[in-house]
DNA sequence: TGCTCTCACTGGATCGATCCAATTGGCAAG
DNA sequence: CTTGCCAATTGGATCGATCCAGTGAGAGCA
């Protein structure tokens, strides 16, 4: 009763009068064994309530049907909603994911990388940690370690990416703000940078540029509630304050949207300000956020394919995905509407 | 160059001129080994680049050092903090876990839970879906496999459980609306009920009948932004309006606000809303939202605290931890201010 | 009948770490 | 000088699924 008998494949084997080979062979699906032996076994497995031992398997060099995900922060909607979308694909795939986080920390990141080795991860998607080096990416590559990088690609790195097209998102934004008159334009959240962020303000800059404008403010607030507050406050401090402050991600321009208003500013009016992410609160809150929508979900799901496709060919050619984002206009950049999008 | 090696125990013992045996008890901690022995080991361990083989130590009957990790959806920035929490616990215990979502289908929840049982984890976090019958958790029990409940536990099942304390929080809640002179309540969010809901409604109910007032009006809709909003649509509808909605979590709250506001009604002013959570979209939207904290790091920590005593001493007597909620005013229950918490 | 050929199935070796019983060398006590 | 003992180390068997080289039965054909 209280003891838990541990089946193995001899108990089922003996049970159904065959040989443990031939067990093997029908859980794994061979079309080499005749189909009444099939059903037979298929009896005796669930007679004996057997349970597949993957760590046995293992060991004779067949996959372990398991992958790291590494965020630097799961309690993040942006982070969550990705390990959704690539928890989901990798169900599909017969796949679990085993979770890790970073924390912007490139030394949690490399015990976490270890730990799941040791577990003979079949691959990794990775979100790689500030201050992670292109040597320690190549090394792993070197060691066999299968792996794609989301969100960010480590700089002089190789190898597969999935991400949002940060670039022509931000520039689509730009333009928004540029058509709707705004010529003086500052950008919150950037203290530290990483790819992601390079490509953002790049996609501001070239905008501007086009259009003959000067050189986005950057304004090197942390990437949080508070450094969005922050960035108002310095804002608001300036001689010859900027008419838009666009934001690095929502979180950021809650954060400002807020303060802005504490200091008496119309946000829409006087103001304008931008997100990146469309997080549910950003149609929530008063006026709704004028954002780019990323699509995490797509990204993790991208990421599980670039990263099945590598498992089954180790030497194809590194492919680089942009997940389009979409221009989502709401009341923070004006019109006077209160809410919604337009 | 291109290939891993993938070297072992016996690849070490050879560069340190000790046998395979030395250099697991080496690796393993053991007092055994001499001083001298333990270096040269360990040196050779980096010299060769060994990386331990969990798999085949676990074949020998260790533990995997793995857990499964299931809960109803990532995408819900309460389980994203749980999941935040229960990692960073399992990751200085030596652990690691394996992340899988049950979308509320007890079929899902089944397949994850076998798929973890072929990978031999040593124990399991699980806030059970819908509809999970008792024999089932007993089954697994049976079976040998560790668990823990969270959030929510079966009825009539047995064993762990760490939640957050659901009805004490609620009378406190429904006690401050007494206080400022709310009679009629209506709650919000019943559609499904499992045991940490039906706790809320005891809560509340107990309140109520503790002060003479009548029960409450439960309105049976998804617990959902859009549920919220289908729930602020009937309150409007009646003749004699409760004044205040109690909503099962804040996102139905958010979902409520908006509706109510879209019907001309001031929050806090013509109706009291209040939710369950503290997100952090309840601090930020206007007016603040009144809710109750609860501490999903905390019980993700508490739920690794309770399955790594389970896991090492398996007929423990169960425990169930009902951790502290904090009630949070602001501005969605009165009192005029805009935001903040007062 | 004798021969080949295919199909269905099988026994034994194997993966890498661990456990156990056994061995070695060194040292103190008798 | 032997004996006993302890600390340090070791070889071999073991866990459970998989791979491989086979075996045997039966069909097809001359």
Chains 1, 2 share one sequence.
């Not at 085993?98 to 912007?104: D, G, N, P, S």
């Not at 097209?165 to 334009?185: D, Q, S, V």
């Not at 996609?203 to 607030?221: K, S």
């Amino acid at each position: 009763m209280t003891a838990a008998a541990p089946t193995t494949l001899t108990d089922v084997a003996r049970h159904a009068g065959v040989s443990r080979a031939t067990v093997s062979l029908v859980l794994r699906g061979s079309p080499l064994v005749a189909a009444g032996t099939q059903l037979r076994v298929r009896e005796a497995v669930a007679a004996v309530g057997y349970v597949y031992n993957r760590g046995a398997a293992t060991m004779r060099g067949t996959g372990t049907k398991t992958v790291g995900l590494l965020v630097t922060e799961i309690d993040n909607p942006f982070f969550a909603e990705l390990t959704a979308g690539a928890s989901a694909a990798l169900d599909i795939a017969g796949y679990i994911p085993f979770l890790a986080t970073t924390e912007e920390s490139a030394a949690r990141q490399d015990r976490a990388v270890q730990r799941l080795r040791e577990h003979h991860v079949d691959g990794l998607i990775l979100c790689p940690s500030m201050e992670t080096r292109p040597a320690w990416i190549a090394g792993l590559a070197e060691r066999g370690v299968r792996l794609v990088q989301v969100m960010r690609f480590v700089k002089d790195s190789i190898g597969d990416f999935a991400g949002p097209a940060n670039e022509a998102g931000m520039e689509a934004l730009t333009e928004h703000l540029i058509r709707l008159g705004h010529r003086r334009i500052a950008f919150a959240g950037a203290a530290v940078m990483h790819s992601g962020l390079r490509q953002r303000v790049a996609g501001v800059r070239a905008a501007l540029r086009r259009h003959g404008l000067p050189a986005p403010l950057v304004l090197r607030t942390p990437a949080t509630r508070a450094g969005g507050a922050e960035a108002a406050v310095r804002l608001c401090a300036m001689p010859e304050r900027p008419s838009a402050l666009m934001c690095c991600n929502d979180v950021v321009a809650f954060g400002a949207m807020q303060a802005l208003r504490e200091r008496g500013l119309g946000i829409g009016r006087d103001i304008a300000v931008t997100g990146v992410g469309d997080v549910p609160e950003a149609a929530a809150c008063l006026p709704g956020l004028t954002t780019l929508a990323t699509n995490p979900r797509g990204i993790g799901r991208e990421a599980v394919r670039l990263l099945l496709r590598r498992i089954a060919d180790p030497k194809a050619a590194p492919e680089h995905v942009a997940l389009p984002v979409r221009l989502v206009v709401r009341g923070s950049t004006g019109g006077g509407n209160r809410s919604g999008e337009l």
